[in-house]
Structures are given as C-alpha cells and as structure tokens.
C-alpha cells in the first residue's frame, strides 16, 4: 500500500461536485464558486497551533505510522450465505435519478 496524507471518500467527492484531475495533480470543486485545488506534494510548512492541539488530543486515535500490509486473518471469516439458484433482488444500489434510471433500463 502506498502512503497518502488524505483521501476523499465516493461520498465527499459526489457531495461536493468534486473531479479529480489526475493528469494536472489537482481536484476541480464545482459550485457556486468552482475552484481549482492544486496538490501539495512534499511541500509541508509550520502546524498551527490549533492543529497541534487536535492532534495531541486525539493521538491515541491512529498509530505514527500505519502498517503496510493487512491485518492479520482472524480466527471467524465472515460470509454471506446465499441460496443456491437464487437471484439477487433487481434495485439500484443508490438512489438515482429519473434519465439515469431510464439510461439504466436500456
């Protein structure tokens, strides 16, 4: 696995009309004010104080350094058992909505 500083979640990036631009290093926002957020890659520059103070406080919550493998098989493995011959139920995975369903259905 490689080291990331951030990273942005499905949701964040649908809720927030944000592209990533990967060709330029760079998110694209679009909203009421779209902007362009260039990446910052090796640069760092001072921690505010109010930062220092979140990351004290919640040190406890994620190690220095992550690990850079998977954690180890546990001893129960979870499954979902299914019905031999069974069809899942047809439904979107997420609400959608009405030309994506039409798209959908074509």
Known sequence: ???????LG???LRDTRTAVLPHVDSLMMMGAKP?????LAGRT???PGVIKKLLKEFEDVMPDE???KLPPKEAVDHK????????PPVRAPYKMTQPELVELRK
């Open 45 to 47: 520059g001072p921690i």
């Open 66 to 68: 992550l690990p850079r």
């Open 35 to 39: 902007c362009v957020i260039p990446t």
């Open 10 to 12: 499905l949701d964040f």
């Open 80 to 87: 979902i058992e299914l019905v031999p011959g069974m069809k």
């Open 1 to 7: 696995m490689d080291d990331f500083k951030l990273i």
